[in-house]
């Protein structure tokens, strides 16, 4: 069928995506379509998340209308409209419609960008700058300046990278705590990263974390190995994060062990997974500088339906003992631990810091940003 002039006009007043009208066919003579002969489609971004396809056809069928692995269908009439919702802020997508199983038309459209849609937040109050340690993501807080950096050296931290990787989809909102952990300094916030703290959360801090996480929050745990105690308070991120877990409601623990790995490839293949195979790369390899270990406590044969092991040393089963990395659900919240600040070290800190540049090795920019997007919920993570 030739595209009629109401497509034509329709994407001439539409400025975000684009419809290729050149797919052609009908779906009179297939499966659930009856009657149904295919006119013409458009689709455009409706939102961050959605993108509409506009189409029409004499008599009635089933279309369905795909991007990627998203896919919507309707039992459709005359014109109707079909939302592929779920999608990546600011992102391309090929589309294919298709109307009783027979791919009719396809094109492309991408959703609408959505500029700092999801908040992270760097805790920066708990000795994260004790030591050796810098993993801030700017030296100024709570907003990392300058606030539209060239690159991440503009901002001055061993975790500037993580903080700009982030920053520069769009996507993200960065910002560092400047004072205690509370309801207050939690709220809007989609992400709390605890980058290997140095000194214990008050009761009050915990409860504030664990009611975030409750409603639905993210926590990034950043450990560290046994005995990294930076500023000699006789706390170390291992026995703060055993404490802070557990009142959170994780089944995952971390244990008081210092181990090396740094060619830790003995991830989860689940190539779907959200963290392993997210939307900032694939994690194939991870390098560990003394980390802790973590374990999954309880039953573990039925535990692991709320964790996910990420990350096991290698050489042993992928169980519930030797993890180097998780995630798990708590309730409405996510939370994901890994047992090294070092693989997100991204080598340049204030002046005076043994620092080394981890983030651009092997996938280790890839896991902590798909963690977070998971943590976040970004659609599409
Ligand atoms: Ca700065
Ligand atoms: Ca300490
Ligand atoms: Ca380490
Ligand atoms: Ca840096």
């Known amino acids: 069928m030739t595209p009629s002039w109401f497509s034509v006009l329709f994407l001439a007043c ?15 003579s297939l499966g659930t379509a009856t009657d149904a002969v295919f006119v013409s489609a458009s689709a455009q971004g409706s939102s961050p998340t959605e993108i509409d396809l506009q189409g029409e056809v004499t008599g009635q069928g089933r279309a369905c209308v795909s991007a990627g692995t998203r896919q919507s269908c309707a039992t459709v009439s005359g014109a109707f409209s079909l939302y592929l919702a779920g999608l990546l802020p600011d992102t391309a997508y ?14 492309s459209a991408s959703t609408l960008v959505s500029q700092g849609a999801f908040s992270v937040l760097f805790d920066r109050d708990h000795g994260e700058q004790a030591g050796n340690a810098d993993w801030v993501i700017d030296d100024d807080y709570p907003d990392p300046d300058p606030s539209s950096p060239g690159s991440e050296t503009a ?39 605890l980058p290997e703290p140095n000194t214990p959360l008050s009761a009050a801090e915990q409860a504030a974390v664990v009611a975030f996480v409750a409603a639905g929050g993210g926590l990034f745990y950043i450990s560290d190995h046994d005995g990294a105690d930076r500023d000699g308070d006789g706390h170390t991120a291992v026995d703060i ?64 339906s709320a964790v996910v092991g990420l990350v096991w040393r290698n050489g042993y089963d992928q169980a519930a003992i030797e993890l180097l990395a998780a995630r798990e659900r708590v309730g409405a919240g996510r939370v994901v631990i890994i047992g090294d600040s070092s693989p997100a070290d991204d080598g340049t800190a204030a002046y005076g810091n043994q620092v080394y540049d981890s983030w651009h090795d092997q996938n280790n920019a890839a896991f902590f940003l798909n963690a977070t997007a998971w943590l976040a919920g970004d659609p599409g993570s």
Do not use: K, M
């Open 14 to 28: 539409t400025p975000v995506g684009t419809g290729d009208t050149a797919g052609t066919g009908t779906g009179s």
């Open 94 to 107: 090929d589309l294919s419609l298709s109307l009783g199983g027979v791919e009719v038309w396809t094109g």
């Open 155 to 193: 901002w001055n931290g061993a975790y500037s990278s993580f903080g700009y990787d982030l920053w520069s989809t769009g996507r993200y909102t960065v910002a560092s705590t400047s004072g205690e952990l509370s309801q207050d300094a939690l709220s809007g916030v989609d992400v709390l990263v």
């Open 241 to 304: 994060g055993q404490s802070l877990l557990a009142a959170v409601g994780c089944l995952t623990t971390i244990d008081a062990t210092n181990v090396d790995q740094y060619q830790a490839d003995n991830i989860n293949p689940d190539a779907g997974d959200p963290v392993v195979g997210g939307s900032f790369g694939p994690v194939a390899e991870l390098g560990f500088f003394a980390a802790a270990t973590l374990s999954v406590t309880g039953d573990s044969s039925t535990a692991s």
